[in-house]
């Protein structure tokens, strides 16, 4: 799986994008082995108590996981995953 972070989560994991290929079944699992891969500060930042952050926008093959089964949308070991914090503007 090609994994691409944007934005503020960048200098949490120090890449701009990976490619993970220990197996994960869902993009719950991928996120738990990549919070144990960048540390507390990635983990405290995207999955705090467990959970997706709201601040936190995650893609899977360009769809967002809103219209997909959210944590539990299974992945494929060719699938790319984005993960975009929110932003704000005017």
């Known amino acids: ?32 082995g990549l919070a144990e891969r960048h540390g507390e500060p990635f983990r405290r930042r995207i999955l705090p108590e467990g959970r997706l952050s709201e601040t936190i926008i995650v893609l899977v093959n360009g769809q967002h996981i809103l219209h997909l089964d959210g944590l539990d949308t299974r992945l494929q070991p060719e699938d790319t995953i984005s993960l975009f ?3 704000a503007g005017g």
């Open 1 to 32: 799986m090609r994994v691409k972070y944007f934005a503020n989560i960048r200098p949490l994991t120090g890449c701009l994008e990976l490619e993970w290929t220990t197996p994960a079944q869902s993009l719950r699992e991928l996120l738990q």
């Open 85 to 87: 914090p929110m932003v």
